[in-house]
């Protein structure tokens, strides 16, 4: 008895001893359909320390309110993976843990996503960090080209040359269309999408400090006419004017010339749609000049959280090679620009146009993203709406101008 009494004590002893301290267990937070590369990086997170990352999926749509509903109830998760727009929202009201210190140290801070890392700050303080990187690129089919006597492996440099090659395609006849686009039923669509044609020509649709809307510009005006030519030639299925995201991905049916898409659908073509021969190159800009949206998470850390070292570490694992391997294996960018190069060596070459991206991508900066660019119902999902598909361009450009400025003043 005595015995095992002293061997009882001495195993007591032993898990209080200071160099032994309990392993953690990060609670974290990511929207449904996080996908592989994510999940592949925890597995080897968790396969390598002491400390685990438990991963609660929730659903995208209900993400954002879920996670204010458990701030407010205090039971928030250690950390969460965000949709970047996001982000501005939550460090207003002070949700967020402040990084500032710790992220400026990382040696590598100057080489994560700019984009991300300009999301995450607020009022010059960093509440977060690039977990996921995406861009918007142009992607062409290769085969659809050849049939209509264009160059296969001339990636199309402005405007003028995509719809020209666009009525080519389309004069194939049947279903075959020379170009696509999710319309007026998915403005988160024609963000990702779209906006790259005025970035790349120097103007935007807000101001840099999101205040003020910017919609009504020579460029944008331009923007809208190239797309309502393609649409009055009929180089555009009718179903645009009202997919709301679900055919975002028409590229893949082989019957569509022409599309701008997110990086990520590279991935998706290679491994799931490997008969389609396409390029890809970044969008033009009205005036020729690229651009992209740079899209994709953050990671953020709940204000409070007593896993803050734990979450840090993790964050560090996800931003080394090793990390940074992983996550590229199953389809993401590289946060970092000073690895890329190494990172995507042996991959799919065209994953480098979606990395030469980040350099001229651009994110809204807005505390009220949803509200003005996101719902369904909102001002710049009408505006795409009404002035592709509509009569009125001038009373679209107006009344889009208006309401995107009542609900910046509103939340002033």
Known sequence: MMKKLLAATSLLALSLSPGL??????????????????????????????????????????????????????????????????????????????????????????????????????????????????????????????????????????????????????????????????????????????????????????????????????????????????????????????????NFLSFTNGKIGQQSLGAFAIGTLVTEHPTIDFGVTLIPGVNGQPSSFAGGDNVVVTKGTTKLEPVKTFIQFIYSEEGQKIMAKYGSLPTRGDIADEVLKGLDPRMDVGMKAIAVAKTPYTLQFNDLLNSANGPWATFINASIFGDDVDGAFSSAQSEMQSIIDSGL
């Not at 049947?174 to 790259?196: E, H, K, L, R, V």
């Not at 944008?220 to 190239?226: E, F, G, H, P």
Request: overall charge negative; some cysteine; hydrophobic content about 40%.
């Open 21 to 246: 301290a309990s392993a953690e267990t990060i609670n974290m937070w990511v929207r449904t359909g996080v996908g592989d590369a994510f999940k592949n990086v925890v597995a080897a997170y968790n396969a390598g320390h002491d400390d685990k990352v438990e991963l609660t999926e929730v659903p995208f749509s209900e993400l954002v309110q879920k996670y204010a509903t458990s701030i407010a109830g205090g039971q928030a998760p250690d950390a969460l993976s965000m949709d970047l727009i996001y982000t501005p929202a939550f460090a207003a009201a002070g949700q967020l843990e402040d990084l500032t210190d710790w992220a400026k140290s990382l040696p590598y801070f100057n080489a994560l996503s700019p984009s991300h890392v300009r999301l995450g700050t607020y009022e010059d303080k960093i509440y977060g960090l690039p977990l996921s990187v995406e861009t918007s690129v142009f992607a062409w089919n290769k085969d659809l080209y050849r049939k209509a006597g264009l160059d296969p492996e001339k990636a199309p440099a402005n405007w003028d040359e995509i719809t020209a090659n666009a009525e080519k395609i389309r004069a194939l006849g049947d279903d075959t269309y020379g170009f696509y686009f999710s319309g007026g039923g998915c403005g988160g669509c024609m963000i990702f999408t779209f906006t790259p044609l005025v970035w790349g020509a120097g103007a935007d649709i807000l101001s840099s400090d999101g205040k003020t809307a910017t919609l009504d510009t020579p460029e944008m005006r331009k923007a809208v006419d190239i797309y309502r030519n393609m649409v009055k030639k009929d180089l555009v299925p009718s179903g645009a004017a009202s997919d709301n995201g679900t």
